[in-house]
């Protein structure tokens, strides 16, 4: 058994206590700056560093250095070292202890970079995990040569710090995980929040919709019973006024007045024709069941240019289709919408229907030349204001898809997209 002396136990204790402050650190900065000053410490050294092997173990990376204060431009180029066999690196490359009595006497010496204190004593130990070297310790200008006390010493607490480091190394880069984890999870947050703003607003949008659909067809309802009370009840209660005395003045023998009396019931009559027509079209447009999108949209316009006073031209292109009525009638309300909100909002002189029958789709456009308007604005707040709203929905329930393009002083024009390939019922 070998005797300790006084001398190795204080040393023992010594390394100990180093061992302890240095496992008790987290960061790797504070690891490689207390561990360095440690080794200083330990062997008396004026000069030290620190190199972990980079560049796929072709360099050597000095990650701290101490008993001399580069610039950071020193710094920058010269912290990483090509690792060949010099007296500097032999410590990485032979995986074993290097000293010398004289740097700068050595055979494989390299000239150091302008800047660097000179080194004359010089002792480098590596830094091992499982055996393999991750990198070195180097001390320097120790005004004694360095012993073999030192090595070994230098040697034992060289295993620690390596342990140490990769602990550190470890952590941080565990941080790093988490902290870029928690990023990914605050962004999802942020996103799903939104979608469920998004979802939200959007529910409401709807029901305001829905109730605000069952209130137009209400309000629709009251006008037709309003239409037909005043304008079609009251020619037939003349019709039969007039049918009354008809028949008194027939009774009276009176017949060229009688006659007289059947001709205003015929043009009442006439009239009574008339108005049920433009009611019965007002409910759903005979012309878009009989002859389809096309024929219905030029009726329309010529309808809207005699109450609106505003020219609406009409375009058809390609080969019209015949679609399910259902989708008809969605487009045919789609228009009527868009060239109500023209002649209502735009101050227009002039309105365009386009209908494009492409092979694989169909193309509505409504434009107008008028004043055009704020689109984001108007969507943000656009309670009570359910045209636009509903044109979308209408659109998507058509599987298409609703482009408003507009901009205050630039007119107005909404398209409308919608696939036709698998709707098409019969060629015209
Ligand atoms: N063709 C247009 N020209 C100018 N402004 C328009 C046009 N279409 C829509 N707007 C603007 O968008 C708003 C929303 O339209 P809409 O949703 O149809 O609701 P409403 O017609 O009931 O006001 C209108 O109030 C108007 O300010
Ligand atoms: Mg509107």
């Known amino acids: 058994m070998t005797q300790v002396n006084g001398a190795q136990v204080q040393r023992l204790q010594a390394l100990y206590q180093m061992a302890v402050e240095l496992s008790a650190l987290r960061s790797l900065e504070s690891v490689l700056d207390t561990a360095l000053r440690h080794c200083l410490e330990l062997t008396g050294s004026q000069f030290g560093f620190i190199g972990l092997t980079a560049v796929n173990g072709k360099a050597l990376d000095v990650v701290a250095i101490q008993g001399f204060n580069p610039s950071s431009s020193f710094y920058h180029h010269n912290h990483l070292i090509p690792l060949r066999p010099n007296i500097f690196a032999r410590s990485v490359l032979e995986n074993r202890a290097v000293r ?58 060289a295993a620690q710090v390596a342990i140490v480091i990769r602990n550190a190394q470890l952590y941080e880069q565990l941080q790093a995980n988490n902290e870029a984890l928690e990023q990914k999870v605050r962004r999802r947050t942020r996103q799903l929040e939104k979608a469920k703003e998004t979802l939200a607003m959007k529910a409401t949008q709807l029901q305001t919709l829905l109730s605000e659909t069952v209130d137009v067809q209400e309000r629709e309802r009251q006008r037709i019973a309003q239409d037909m009370h005043d304008g079609t009840n009251q020619l037939l209660i003349g019709a039969l006024l007039e049918l009354k005395s008809a028949h008194k003045r027939l009774g009276n023998g009176d017949l060229a007045l009688a006659e007289n ?25 005979p012309t878009l069941d009989a002859l389809g999108l096309a024929p219905a949209v030029r009726r329309y316009a010529e309808r809207f240019e005699q109450y609106t006073g505003i020219p609406c031209v009409v375009t058809v292109q390609g080969e019209p289709l015949r679609l399910p009525s259902r989708m008809e009638i969605s487009i045919y309300r789609l228009m009527q919408e868009a060239l109500q909100n023209a002649s209502v909002h735009a101050q227009t002189g002039r309105t365009e229907v386009a209908l494009v029958f492409e092979p694989d ?24 204001h359910l045209g636009l709203l509903g044109m979308q929905e209408r659109a998507e329930s058509l599987g298409g898809s609703l482009l408003i393009d507009t901009a205050p002083g630039q007119g107005t024009r909404v398209t409308l997209t919608v696939p036709t390939l698998e709707n098409t019922e019969v060629k015209m």
Do not use: W
């Open 100 to 157: 010398s009595v004289d740097a700068v006497t050595e055979p494989n010496r390299v000239g150091q970079p302008p800047g660097h204190p000179p080194v004359g004593t010089f002792l480098g130990v590596p830094l091992r995990l499982q055996d393999e070297p991750i990198g070195m310790i180097g001390l320097a200008n120790r005004p004694e040569p360095y012993e073999d006390d030192h090595e070994q010493l230098l040697l034992t607490y």
């Open 261 to 285: 009396s059947l001709e205003t019931v015929q043009n009442i009559l006439h009239r009574v024709e008339a108005e049920i027509k433009n009611i019965i079209h007002d409910l759903r447009p």
């Open 361 to 384: 789709c169909l193309r509505l456009a409504v434009l107008d030349n008028g004043r055009g308007f704020d689109l984001t604005a108007v969507q943000r707040h656009n309670s009570g």
